[in-house]
């Protein structure tokens, strides 16, 4: 015995006939008017239209108050700058950070350009760097770290003060323990470029050697000669594989002699 093939009735919400689909919509909107009917429907509906609407009302009345505070900070004096504040200065004087801000007091904080303020103060040459920040409701803060002098060289008979990134901040009085830098006519065409490769020489010899400097001669990029603070000696070569050098330095100064050679660390020398 075997099945014949049926095929499927058509759903008449589905059916290619215009007619079916007119009928089937209006039994769909009857069926609605009988649930709208209902008061407990009704009572749902306008609990939600209502929850809806507070909803919009809430987000409105927040728009507001958000957009008169803006307003208000913008413009109104109680948000003006009354005070600037500058932390982080040691040698720099107060008086030359705030008139390099040049930020006109009763200036509206939000009208402050940071960005701006913060570029002009970090043209003072001893700045290494500076953020600036809006403290409502009226002060305005400036925060430095000041540049740190690595080594101290002769420019045109006057000591000027050079920070680890090998920039020439100016004059001044060195912190104590600076090394001074003697440099000759050929490392002086590279100076920021010795000065950046002395920041790692320094930084092995004080860290792993111990050791602190009293002074460098840099004849050339590849004659560095350090003088150690109690008078002994370091013919250091050229910058590179500073850390073996160190290693090497800190094993030949426990031998004899006033000036050690580490230019190669395999063959550490003293004489």
């Known amino acids: 015995m075997t099945d014949e093939p049926r095929e499927d ?26 649930r ?8 749902t ?22 957009l008169v505070g ?7 004096p109680v948000f003006s700058v009354r005070q600037v504040q500058v932390t982080g200065t040691s040698t720099i004087p107060v008086e030359a950070v705030t008139e390099r801000a040049a930020v006109a007091p009763g200036t509206p904080l939000l009208q402050v350009d940071t ?7 970090a043209g003072i040459p001893r700045v290494d760097q500076v953020t600036v920040t809006r403290d409502y409701p009226s002060t305005l803060r400036i925060s430095l770290i000041e540049r740190t002098a690595l080594v101290v060289v002769e420019v045109d008979g006057a000591r000027h003060l050079v920070d680890g990134q090998g920039i020439d ?31 790692v020489v320094f930084s092995e010899v004080r860290g ?9 001669d840099v004849e050339t990029p590849a004659s560095i000669v350090l003088t150690l603070v109690d008078g002994r000696i370091v013919e250091w070569g050229a910058a590179g594989r500073d850390h073996e050098k160190a290693v090497a330095l800190q094993m030949v100064l426990e031998q004899p002699g006033e000036i050690w050679n580490v230019s190669n660390p395999a063959l550490p020398a003293s004489r």
């Open 9 to 34: 009735a058509a759903d008449p919400t589905t059916s290619d006939d215009p007619d079916r689909r007119l009928a089937a919509a209006a039994v769909r909107r009857s069926d609605e008017r009988v």
């Open 36 to 43: 709208h009917s209902d008061p407990a429907v009704r009572a």
């Open 45 to 66: 509906l306008r609990r939600r239209r209502r929850r809806t609407n507070r909803i919009y009302i809430g987000l409105g009345v927040a728009l507001v108050v958000l």
């Open 70 to 76: 803006y307003i208000a900070m913008y413009f109104l």
């Open 115 to 121: 960005h701006a303020v913060a570029r002009r103060v």
């Open 169 to 199: 901040f100016g004059q001044g009085d060195p912190p104590p323990g600076t090394p001074e830098l003697t440099v000759g006519q050929e490392a002086r065409s590279d100076l920021p470029g010795i000065v950046r490769d002395l920041s």
């Open 208 to 216: 792993t050697a111990g050791q602190e400097i009293a002074s460098v």
